[in-house]
């Protein structure tokens, strides 16, 4: 049993990604990208400043949330030859999360 445990930790662990730096940089950049190419001088200090959380609660949303997911569809479709299904997946998911994505962040907005 425990040697059973182990491989399947060890399988788990072949598809973990150390993106730790690339989130800490990458979030704020394409936040605030996103706010200036949408948002940026329409109105006042505060609503820039709510513009820059929207789109960083988007930018944070979509990156933790696919992640999740596509590590997820790695653990379930491993091989090479489901790349296709995996991909396919991976776009049907992305649109579905984007329309909850969206409504739960214009609701908090």
Known sequence: ME???KILHQSFKQFE????LARIIGIPVISYNMFAILHMGRGDLASDLKGFLISFLYTFAYWQGLKQVWMLLQ???PHYSQTTKRI???IVIVLICGVFVSFIIENLA
Do not use: G
Not at 17 to 20: A, T
């Open 17 to 20: 990604v150390n993106d730790l």
């Open 88 to 90: 396919t997946l991976l």
């Open 75 to 77: 653990r379930r479709f």
């Open 3 to 5: 040697n059973q445990i």
